[in-house]
């Protein structure tokens, strides 16, 4: 059994024009393989990681304190303490945070499968990223990863002999 108590945690920033936030990752310092667990919170005005969905993982949010905005394929829905949010796999789990407040921030929790290989839908951009030997989310060294135009195609023969 692994165990750690997010105060031992030191926080992880990003930040990219609207999108900033801080980060504890939980499942990973507790010793979890196969579900992670993360500790976000958003301060007011700031959003998540851009718009996206996970071919390979099933993703849920959980709501601790504040409130906001969840985006997703069918639109924008309000978010508050209590919350929990299950993104499956696939478009139907596109989704991305937004704190529309002026005075406090979002915290809440982000759990996932830690399935690799992945491929991560970026509708927006018109992107996709791939990813193998660590998830999306992991710390593992990668043996595949990178980011690329979604309609970026080759015909499989090319190049080959």
């Known amino acids: 059994m692994g165990r750690v108590n997010e105060s031992e945690l030191d926080w992880e920033t990003t930040e990219r024009e609207e999108t900033r936030f801080r980060r504890k990752r939980l499942g990973q310092r507790a010793g979890g393989e196969k579900v992670g667990c993360s500790l976000y919170e958003l301060p007011p005005g700031a959003s998540s990681w851009p718009y996206h969905y996970h ?39 596109g989704h991305r945070v937004v704190n529309d407040r002026d005075d406090e921030p979002l915290r809440y929790l982000a759990v996932s499968t830690m399935e690799q290989p992945d491929v991560t839908v970026y509708p927006d951009s018109e992107k996709i990223g791939v990813f193998a030997g660590s998830p999306p989310g992991g710390s593992g060294e990668r043996t595949v990863s990178g980011f690329f135009p979604r309609d970026a195609a080759v015909d499989y023969w090319e190049d080959e002999r």
Not at 60 to 78: K, S
Request: proline letters at 10%; hydrophobic letters at 30%.
């Open 55 to 93: 071919e390979g993982n099933e993703e849920a949010l959980y709501v601790l304190a504040g409130t906001g905005r969840l985006r997703t394929p069918d639109g924008e829905e309000p978010l508050c303490p209590g919350d929990y949010v299950a993104l499956p796999a696939g478009e139907a789990g």
